[in-house]
Structures are given as structure tokens and as C-alpha cells.
């Protein structure tokens, strides 16, 4: 199986919408398109999840090798669209509070 | 090699001669015990071709030519086949010694697990680690103080198979190198974040849950890496709550502080450690939610602790099919009457 | 002895004259037919690379003699030599499995397997020059 990923300029960031189920079969599909995103300093990259239905721990794996890359490179990284299945997971695991997690109504 | 070809020549003759004779389902039964045979001695398609032309020719010399000629065609036809059916071999051979390698390492790999349960008057317990392939990326471990403290470790490491295995042997020699005085949980986790956060990929990390079980008040004191959350059965209650400790997970960030959280354990109340391949059991309906794990521990709760868990693992491996999609690992501490 | 022959490689065409001259050749020193059919499969493959991947080469045909426990025997040796851009991991392309994958270098091992002699060298931005021989049994 693949993600459909596919990125846009917004407003001055970078918008990554992934569809699919990011596990051990995807994760280097999303981090190769992820993982250059964060490596332009002053980069604003919205990752969003709106269509992934399941993360597994390789795919979480993926979120922190960015999160490391945009905090050592300058740039920022923000997911949106969280399902509760995919919440729980960076919940779980303590990434919430490490991570710019967007608030899907409330943010608006 | 020749002499095989020689004799499996001979036999060809025989059996196909035998065969134009009788015409019946033995001299085809023939045939294929035959096939059998050709592949054993290791003869490729190209050469069955080359036997069959060349016991035609006993039979009938005076074989029209073109059918003759035909045959040299097929020859060449069967070229790929039997380029591909020698490929095939040595793949398999290659294959084979891949798995007894893996076999050694997954051997090496057990002996980083603790090899018995440790026996205590105040407990009982059960624990089952399967990993999914051959190797995993669970671990768990027991350690007895000098208070007769019981420390009970679980983690899980990120993906599954040999770089999880490779990466679990760190998490043993980097518990082994703690300090020799009893930790607390949050320590511990601190102590060996800082050992996971130097030596890992940036996209590598460990969820653990450690806790430290006193029986001289019945306390239970755990602290959490991101784990999946265990349960806690309440006896008097006759009711399972999650046993949740919040914390970052290991490997991110040096500096990460753990929480220590406690638990009253009364008599008949048990603790349920696990991994997520326990939760994210995934069958065509989707996947197994707590509840239905609950029901299960539930229905068991009569039996010892090791029958539990081997019960549930056998119910949940059921419900998969009997084919695991995540190293699982379950453990249950809980207090005798 | 017989002369050796060269066949230039640049077409589709140049496979099929190698192929020829190898299966006259074959034929020439009583190879079998299975054998015949292997030497022109493993002149087939060989002059497809320097075909796809080096626009330019040679497959060099030659019957020879080499020494045995019992006297002399005789084979036939292949020489594919090329002006491409080399191979630059040979240790990978004679790797069993790497024959699917395509690109140059595909199907050596098949090759080396349909022969008993195998060489290959080769240097990046120079070329390939692959030297291989089957004995008359």
C-alpha cells in the first residue's frame, strides 16, 4: 500500500496532506517527503492527517525524526487533523507536549 | 553430475517406453514420481527437454525432421526457465543460511531475557513475550532488591524484527550498567533515557513502563516512557482501570523528567503489563479494543496468572489467524490472598 | 585451432550475428544440444547489456585448449568487451537476485551459472570486458 501525499503553499507554509496508513511499508515514503521540508531553516511545515486513519510506531518514528530535524534546523512543524485513534497515540506516547499539535475547532 | 544425468537417461527411456505401450494412469504416475526425481538430482527444465528428444529418437528414427528441429526450439524456450530455476537454488540456499542466522541471533536474544519467573510468597505471576518473526523488539525484565522489592520492566521497541532485536540489546546492557543501588522508577527511566538518547537513530525511540512492587505494604510504584497503557484489576470491585503513567517516550530528549505515580494493591487485585501488539491486535473486523482484552482476562481470572496470560495470547493469536502483525507481550503481577 | 571471431555489437542485429557465430562455433567443436543452447543464451545475455547499457562493443568467440588431469580439453571461450560506462559494484551485480532488477549487469550470474569459467573486469567511465568459458564434457 502508499500514502497519497501531496504538498501546497499556503500563506507562507508549507501544507503536507498524507492519506493512508503510515507504518513500516509507508514511513520512508512520508519521510522522504517529509524529512527535506525541515531542513530549510525558517520553514513553517503543517503536516496534515486529516486522511490517516492509523499510525503505527515506525510512522511515529517518522514525526520525531522531523521534529529533531526542524528543532536543530530552524524551521517548524505542526500536525492537524488528528483522528482520536491517531491522538491517542501521540498522547500515549508524551509527544502532545513536545509536538505543535493543532486543535482541529478550537484552533479556528 | 554427468553420471546422474546418465541414469536418470536410462530411466526416462524405460518409464516413457513403458508408457507408449500401456497408455494407462500408471505409466502417468510414472511421470510424476519421475518429476520428483529430476528435481532432486537437480536437472533443469532445458535438459528434460534435451532427455525427451533424445529418447524420441531411440524410439523412432525416422522422427520427421521438423519435429526434431522443433525441439531444439523448445530448448531454447526453457532457457529462461532454467536460468531462473538455478537462481532459484542458490536463493534458497541463501535463504536457509539467512534463517539459521537469524535462528543463532534469536537464540542469543532470548538469553537477554530473564530465564525464570522469580517466585514470591505475596505474588503470583505470569508473563508470555512472543515476538512476531523470529526476533523481537520486546523486552521485559524482573529485578529483586534487597528489600525484596520486586522491579518489573516492560518496553517495547519502535518497528519489529532484526533492528528492533539490535536495538532491545541496548536496553538490556544499558539496564545491566544502571546503578547497583535500588532506583526508583522515575530514576531509572531518566538514568536510561539519557543511555537510549546517545546511541539511537534520530527516528528510533523506546516506550517502558518500570515499576517496583513492595510486599511489606503492598505498593505498587510506576513510571511511564510512552507506553501503552497497562490495566488494573480491582478485585472488590470486580473492575479493570488503565494503568497509565504519562511520560515521553525514550531517546528524544535528554533532559526528560518521568513522573512516579503509586497504587494501593489489596488482595486478589492484579496488574496487567503489556506491550501494543497486545492492543493493537487487528483482525477483518478491525482492531481489538480494551473491552474485548478485559472480557478476556475476566473470563480466565479463576486460573494462576501464567495460565491467564497464555490463554489470552492463545484467544487473541486465534482471532489473527495465527499470524502475529506485532511482537506481543503480556505480564501479570497479582496478590495472593 | 580454430580462428577466432569477432562480431561488433551496436543493434538488436549484433545480437542475434553473435548468437550465430556462437552456435556455428559450438556446433563446430560437438557441443550438445543442450550445450549449444546454453552457450548461445550466455552470448545472448552478454551482448544484450553491451546492446542496453554500453551503445558500443564486441563479443570475441575463440575455440581453445586447456590443460586436465587426463590431457588436453577443449572449450570455448567468449569475450564480451566494452567502451560503456563500467560497472562500478561488481560484488552487487553478481548477486544472485539482482538478475530482476535490470540495469547493467543484469543476469551475470545466470551467465557464470550456464558456463564453467567466469571473469569480469571492469572500470568506471572505461568499460566492461567479461571473459567466460565452457568445456567440451
Not at chain 1, 65 to 92: E, M, P, Q, Y
Not at chain 2, 15 to 36: P, W
Not at chain 2, 184 to 200: C, I, K, M, S
Not at chain 2, 288 to 293: A, Q, W, Y
Given at each position: ?108 | ?10 530411466q526416462y527411456v524405460k518409464i516413457l517406453e513403458t508408457y507408449l505401450q500401456e497408455k494407462n494412469e500408471t505409466g502417468l504416475y510414472q511421470a ?23 529418447a524420441l529418437?531411440q524410439f523412432y ?277 | ?137
Amino acid at each position: 500500500m502508499n500514502l497519497d501525499i501531496r504538498t501546497e503553499e499556503l500563506d507562507g507554509e508549507t501544507v503536507l496532506f498524507v492519506g493512508g496508513e503510515i507504518d513500516a511499508y509507508t514511513a520512508s515514503q512520508l519521510r522522504e517527503s517529509l524529512l527535506p521540508l525541515t531542513e530549510k531553516e525558517g520553514a513553517v511545515i503543517v503536516v496534515d492527517l486529516t486522511d490517516v486513519n492509523y499510525i503505527d510506531s515506525t510512522g511515529l518514528g517518522i514525526f520525531i525524526g522531523a521534529l529533531k530535524s526542524a528543532n536543530s534546523n530552524g524551521s517548524s512543524l505542526r500536525l492537524t487533523g488528528l483522528n482520536d485513534r491517531v491522538k491517542r497515540l501521540f498522547s500515549i506516547t508524551g509527544l502532545d507536549e513536545v509536538m505543535d499539535i493543532e486543535e482541529e475547532e478550537e484552533a479556528q | 553430475m554427468a553420471d546422474a544425468y546418465r541414469l536418470m537417461q536410462e530411466q526416462y527411456v524405460k518409464i516413457l517406453e513403458t508408457y507408449l505401450q500401456e497408455k494407462n494412469e500408471t505409466g502417468l504416475y510414472q511421470a510424476q514420481q519421475f518429476s520428483k526425481k529430476v528435481l532432486e538430482n537437480q536437472i533443469s527444465p532445458e535438459e528434460v527437454v534435451s532427455l525427451h528428444i533424445e529418447a524420441l529418437e531411440q524410439f523412432y528414427p525416422n522422427l520427421p525432421q521438423g519435429a526434431r528441429d522443433s525441439f531444439d526450439f523448445l530448448i531454447e524456450i526453457m532457457m529462461g526457465y532454467g536460468m531462473a530455476y538455478r537462481e532459484h537454488q542458490i536463493l534458497r540456499d541463501k535463504q536457509k543460511e539467512l534463517e539459521s542466522e537469524i535462528n543463532v541471533a534469536a537464540n542469543m536474544q532470548q538469553t537477554f531475557l530473564p530465564d525464570e519467573i522469580p517466585e514470591m510468597d505475596e505474588l503470583d505471576i505470569g508473563v508470555i513475550s512472543v515476538p512476531a518473526s523470529k526476533m523481537s523488539g520486546d523486552y521485559y525484565h524482573f529485578i529483586k532488591d534487597d528489600n525484596d522489592s520486586l522491579g518489573v520492566a516492560i518496553a517495547d521497541i519502535i518497528g519489529k524484527g532484526v533492528p528492533a532485536a539490535l536495538c532491545m540489546s541496548m536496553i538490556k546492557y544499558g539496564m545491566d550498567s544502571l546503578p547497583e543501588q535500588r532506583l526508583q522508577p522515575g530514576a531509572l527511566l531518566e538514568n536510561l533515557n539519557r543511555v537510549v538518547e546517545q546511541n539511537v537513530a534520530s527516528n528510533m525511540f523506546i516506550t517502558m513502563m518500570y515499576g517496583s512492587y513492595d510486599p511489606r505494604v503492598h505498593h505498587f510504584y510506576y513510571s511511564g516512557a510512552g507506553h501503552e497503557p497497562g490495566l488494573f484489576y480491582n478485585y472488590a470491585e470486580d473492575r479493570f482501570e488503565d494503568l497509565y503513567a504519562k511520560g515521553l517516550v525514550l531517546g528524544l530528549d535528554r533532559d526528560t523528567k518521568f513522573r512516579e505515580y503509586h497504587k494501593k494493591v489489596e488482595a486478589g487485585d492484579f496488574i496487567v503489563l503489556l506491550s501494543d501488539g497486545v492492543t493493537e491486535c487487528r483482525t477483518d473486523e478491525g482492531f481489538i479494543e480494551r473491552e474485548e482484552l478485559t472480557r478476556m482476562i475476566r473470563e480466565y481470572s479463576h486460573l494462576s496468572a501464567q495460565e491467564i496470560v497464555n490463554n489470552v495470547f492463545y484467544q487473541l493469536e486465534r482471532l489473527q489467524g495465527f499470524r502475529l502483525r506485532d511482537d506481543f507481550s503480556l505480564i501479570i503481577l497479582r496478590r495472593k490472598v | 585451432m580454430s580462428v577466432q571471431s569477432n562480431v561488433e555489437v551496436h543493434s538488436e542485429w549484433g545480437i542475434v550475428s553473435a548468437r550465430q557465430a556462437g552456435r556455428n562455433l559450438a556446433k563446430e567443436l560437438g557441443f550438445a544440444g543442450v550445450d549449444q543452447a546454453r552457450i548461445t543464451t550466455a552470448i545472448s545475455e552478454l551482448a544484450r547489456n553491451i546492446y542496453l547499457y554500453a551503445e558500443k562493443g564486441e563479443i570475441v568467440l575463440e575455440g581453445i585448449e586447456g590443460k586436465e588431469a587426463g590431457g588436453v580439453k577443449r572449450g570455448l571461450k567468449i569475450v564480451a568487451k566494452d567502451q560503456g560506462p563500467g560497472i562500478k559494484s561488481i560484488r552487487e551485480v553478481m548477486e544472485d537476485g539482482y538478475t530482476t532488477s535490470g540495469g547493467l549487469g543484469a543476469g551475470l550470474p545466470g551467465v557464470k551459472r550456464l558456463m564453467d569459467e567466469f571473469d569480469i573486469d571492469s572500470i568506471t567511465g572505461e568499460g566492461t570486458e567479461i571473459t567466460t568459458i565452457k568445456w567440451l564434457r
